[in-house]
């Protein structure tokens, strides 16, 4: 089989499946997301891949759960206004970079885990789409950590 950028990690403190003590709501309650999925972006859009699954599928979590809050009206205008002004939400669609999450999430040529990833997104946030695009001619280019400024981070 192909290596397309998912590694796998195991943690002591990951949680397990069926032993978390995470109790969550439902909130799809038949489990079918679709209408909500944000437009897709693939990871070797260019002539290479960029073995950014994990950042790609993470930010389009996030992506699919914001469209269903925006659907339903469960965020505030304050909230509203914040993804605007922060260029997160445009012409009613978000859409974060997974170049962004990739590079700070230490994503290698192999890929990445998850943990890594979300730890990531914990720790050092997500950036619009629009501040920081698809680019690159090859794996370099794409995961140049010189591109990432201190103004994204902050």
């Not at 032993?19 to 079918?32: C, K, L, N, R, T």
């Not at 974060?96 to 943990?115: E, H, L, V």
């Amino acid at each position: 089989m192909k290596q397309t950028g998912l590694l796998f990690e195991f943690r002591e403190t990951d949680y397990r499946l069926g032993a978390s003590p995470i109790v969550a709501a439902e909130i799809m309650p038949d489990g079918d997301w679709r209408k909500f999925l944000p437009k897709e972006e693939r990871q070797s859009t260019f002539n290479f891949d960029t073995m950014s699954c994990v950042p790609f599928s993470a930010t389009s979590i996030i992506e699919t759960q914001i469209r269903y809050f925006l659907y339903k009206g469960l965020l505030s205008d304050g909230q509203l206004q914040k993804l605007v002004s922060w260029s997160y939400l445009k012409d009613g669609e978000i859409n974060f970079s997974d170049r962004f999450t990739a590079i700070m999430s230490g994503t290698t040529k192999n890929g990445n885990t998850f943990q890594k990833v979300w730890d990531s997104i914990r720790k050092d946030g997500l950036l619009p789409e629009t501040n920081f695009p698809m680019q690159g001619n090859n794996w370099e280019e794409y995961h140049d950590k010189t591109k990432i400024t201190q103004e994204m981070k902050d």
